[in-house]
């Protein structure tokens, strides 16, 4: 269904009854990449799973009248420690996903992010902290330039797009080598089964241009350090060892700015939701502070 959310389009999906538990998902990933086995066991937990597609991904509302940006210079302004210009920011996504709690007439909430996700729920949990029940930050960062960056095979590899980008099947094949590249070298969901997941997740919606405009809200967003000792929320951060993506080191300094915070670190786990690993996370979802 879709809902008007901060004077927004956004698509939202709503199961189960019992604690709502709002599921924010990546860049450029969209509500069906959560695995279904995962929300059908918080399902079962007790908790209203409730997904969104960020805006400029899936079937929400895009803003594709604003072009596509220039990654390159954009990167390259990132390193020098210049002002980014960004076509909105995680503040913008973050009220986003509060406009769609509204809409339901939630008024707290617990907050699992993933990535990008986790980053729009730092924002969550200090622009409205009294909402905010508990927070799940999975695979995450606060930006500090201080941390270590992907390596350059990584970068090279998210500036990379298909060789033809309006042949599905192509698409499918890129994420898979993205994946392959980044995700977990333990843990692995059955191929046959990953790249019907992928098919499907194509053929819903394959958004380059806003994955662009989300990489470019990423990078203006800077150094979030600063908002995290205003973090209220009782906080637990997942990180996999093995995180090519963003480096372990980035839960380590999560946990030493969060108050109070917990830190959960994965051997084995890179930078995705690999199934023999899903049962593991949603303990560390449901489990109490």
């Known amino acids: 269904m879709q809902i008007s959310a901060n004077g927004i389009a956004i698509e939202v999906d709503d199961v189960g009854q019992g604690r709502p538990l709002l599921l924010l998902m990546g860049l450029g990933m969209q509500l ?87 980053m729009i729920a730092q924002h969550m949990a200090v622009l409205q902290p009294a909402r905010v029940q508990r927070l799940t930050l999975m695979m995450t960062t606060s930006g500090s330039r201080a941390l270590p960056p992907p390596s350059a095979r990584v970068r090279s590899a998210l500036l990379g797009r298909p060789a033809q980008s309006s042949d599905a099947e192509e698409i499918v094949a890129y994420l898979e080598r993205m994946f392959g590249l980044i995700g977990s070298p333990d843990y692995h969901t059955e191929p046959v089964l990953f790249r019907g997941r992928l098919r ?81 996370l949603v303990e560390s979802i449901a489990r109490t502070p």
């Open 32 to 118: 069906v990449s959560w695995p279904p086995e995962l929300v059908s066991a918080l399902v079962t937990r007790g908790y209203r799973v409730i997904r969104i597609d960020n805006r400029d991904a899936g079937l929400s509302q895009g803003f594709d009248h604003l072009g596509r940006p220039n990654l390159l210079a954009t990167t390259i302004r990132h390193m020098l420690g210049l002002r980014v210009p960004a076509p909105y920011t995680l503040a913008d996504m973050a009220r986003d996903a509060f406009g769609v709690l509204d809409a339901f007439g939630i008024e707290q909430v617990q907050v699992c992010g993933v990535s990008m996700g986790g």
């Open 200 to 280: 499907a997740i194509v053929a819903r919606a394959w958004r380059p241009a806003g994955v662009a405009r989300q990489m470019v809200a990423i990078a203006a967003d800077g150094d979030r350090t600063p908002m995290l000792g205003k973090i209220t929320a009782p906080t637990h951060i997942v990180h996999g060892a093995a995180d090519p993506l963003i480096p372990v080191a980035a839960a380590h300094q999560l946990h030493r700015k969060i108050g109070g915070s917990t830190l959960e670190i994965i051997e084995g786990m890179g930078h995705d939701l690999p199934v023999p690993l899903l049962p593991r």
